[in-house]
């Protein structure tokens, strides 16, 4: 009883699958029966041993092992059998794949208990269970758009968005150098740049810092993303005029970080460089800026994000015929959605990146401060 | 004496930077709207004084630059003067886009809420769903804002919700990570003290987690409700909403209206301004009434 307890995940997947056993075929009658006799047997054994297995105790690793493969070999048959029978699932398929998808949690539970000693296997467990939930946030997706045959509108399956992707590299490409590399690195350098500068700025001037600073915190607060019209008339709808939007919103960010991070330096050490007679610049790079490093790579980090909303939503105000935001909008007027979530998908992979190199800068910059040295 | 200290450290330099921005805004205007002032007064044959000149770049009808007062005049005019159902009013475009806001802003805050009490409370949750949060929020959100409400108005669902969605999706982050922040910050002894009391799990939870909890969410309700207003106003930006801010904005892009332009982003940030002060009020009626001092 107990064993059923702990892996209630499995008790229900078992009783899923039971229920899809009554609720059988996995297509509906008039689809001819492409799952044979023996692929059908292969997947309620894939499952339901799975979720037997579940209740016993085998060491951890061959049993997150087991509950890894199954349900994933499980629903790999499932979504593969229905090709050429899409909106055809009944009940049964359906089923099937909650069974795999308990499984899979219950498989991502037994990992989050496993505290491997080795630091690779750590890492690995780290990177490994999310991307079993990202994995199964596609297959959902995949097994639901195509097995109730939702209109390709609507929300097209991820592999027809994959396929697409593949299909469409160079206008892709065009579209990411336009943007990414002309308008959000531009912008960004610039805007960062200034903020700091005008940052030290206000910090050597006090009367500076303390008219700019309620004015920059109230800014930040602002949508800002609505003078993109206003630059787009003044700079034209090349990508100066993107590059002058992310300029403005990744400037106060920057600003107010980084003066409060010049203040995060402890009175103590600054009465140590004042002890050796060190002047202000001396104290500022030796000492404050230093400090100021998590307050700046945090803003830094919010920047990555701000700079690509901006150059693409900047490009919905006129652009010339290429550019992400530019693609977006006009593709949703032809009504090619697999075209916007290829393109979506390419920004979220350059967002992503963008950030993960923001962050490991800080990690080799900041490697003294708390939250970084780990434990 | 402390009166005077705040007006000398405070309201000084504040009103010494706003009125050199004000300056610099006109220096500016008077400069980006010459080129056109001259072409026009050449085409007119109208020769006139360098006051007169200016005084002509200041008051165009579609400048480059509106002038401040331009802007200020188009405000009052737009918001005081008008029927608050005409849809030039400034009011009515403001309404619209709070309404999406606030629907947007509440649902992101439950949805944040809900999250974070799974995070701390299931370990599986906390592992798997906290990286792939972090990462929602490295993708351009906003990019998806045309395509939720393309989407959205084929299933016939149009008006508000669609960007309500937005502001959802917008909100429910600073939110979520807020939460985790505060529903984890009761230190040990004090997790510990409750074991001792026999405190059950979710005794623990309402009555020290919780409470612990409540600074850090009104902290990070400020950031959300911001960012459900942006999101409101991107999601008027597509798919030619019929009115609020975002689609004044739009509207004045199309037909260089720039003064329009200013005045609604005048609006939005009146908005902006007036959405973050509401919670904070909030957040320090809350404080006291669970008994906090001031600080």
Known sequence: MNAIFRSWQGAL????????????????????????????????????GTALISFTSPPAPLLAAILFVGPHLATWFLISGLAGYEGKATMAFFLLIAACWLLAWRCVAVLSDMHPKLKGGDTFLRLLIPAIFGAWILILWEAITRGAGIPFILLPPPSAIGAR?????????????????????????????????????????????????????????????????IMVMWFGFDWQSKAAVVIIMTFFPMLVNTVAGLGAAGAMEQDLMRSYASDYWQTLIKLRLPAAMPFIFNALKINSTLALIGAIVAEFFGTPIVGMGFRISTEIGRMNVDMVWAEIAVAAVVGSFFYGVVALAERATTFWHPSNRGG | ???????????????????????????????????????????????????????????????????????????????????????????????????????????????????????????????????????????????????????????????????????????????????????????????????????????????????????????????????????????????????????KLLAGSYYSQTIDIWAALIAGSVLAAILVTIVGVVAKIVDLAMGGRPA
């Not at chain 1, 943007?179 to 500076?208: N, W």
């Not at chain 2, 220096?27 to 044959?45: H, I, K, S, W, Y």
């Not at chain 2, 009013?89 to 709070?98: D, G």
């Open chain 2, 1 to 247: 004496m402390q009166q005077e200290r705040l007006l000398q450290h405070r309201i000084l330099p504040v009103v010494t930077i706003l009125f050199i921005i004000v300056a610099v805004w006109y220096v500016a205007a008077v400069f980006m709207n010459t080129p056109f002032q001259r072409d026009l007064d050449r085409r007119g044959n109208v020769t006139s004084t360098p006051m007169d000149f200016i005084e002509r770049t200041l008051s165009q009808p579609k400048p480059v630059l509106p002038a401040p007062h331009q802007v200020a005049s188009n405000v009052f005019e737009n918001t005081f003067l008008r029927r608050v159902t005409s849809n030039r009013s400034l009011v009515y475009h403001s309404w619209v886009t709070l309404s999406s806001t606030a629907v947007g802003f509440t649902l992101g805050t439950l949805l944040g809420i809900l999250i974070a009490v799974g995070i701390v409370h299931v370990k599986a949750l906390d592992r798997s769903l906290m990286p792939w949060i972090i990462a929602s929020q490295t993708v351009p959100i906003l990019a998806i804002a045309p395509m939720v409400i393309v989407v959205l108005a084929a299933v016939n669902v149009t008006g508000l919700i669609p960007k309500a969605l937005i502001s959802t999706y917008l909100s429910f982050f600073p939110v979520a990570v807020g939460m985790v922040k505060g529903l984890r910050s009761p230190e040990l002894i004090q997790l510990d003290l409750m074991c001792t009391y026999h405190a059950s799990a979710a005794q623990t939870f309402w009555k020290l987690r919780v409470p612990a909890s409540i600074p850090f969410l009104f902290t990070s309700m400020k950031v959300a409700i911001a960012a459900s207003l942006v999101g409101a106003i991107v999601g008027e930006l597509p798919t030619g909403a019929v009115a609020g801010i975002g689609s």
């Open chain 1, 13 to 48: 997947a078992f009783l899923l699958c039971l229920a899809a056993l009554i609720s059988l075929p996995l297509l509906t009658a008039d689809a001819p029966s492409p799952f044979s006799i023996g692929t059908l047997a292969l997947i309620f054994a894939l499952t339901i």
């Open chain 1, 165 to 229: 992707i593949a299909g469409s590299v160079a206008t892709l490409w065009a579209d990411v150098q336009q943007t990414i590399f002309k308008a959000v690195l531009f912008g960004y350098i610039v805007g960062c740049a200034s903020g700091f500068i005008v940052a030290i700025l206000a910090d050597r001037i006090a009367f500076l810092r303390r008219g700019l600073l309620p004015i920059g915190n109230m800014v930040s607060a602002l949508p800002i993303i609505g003078v993109a019209p």
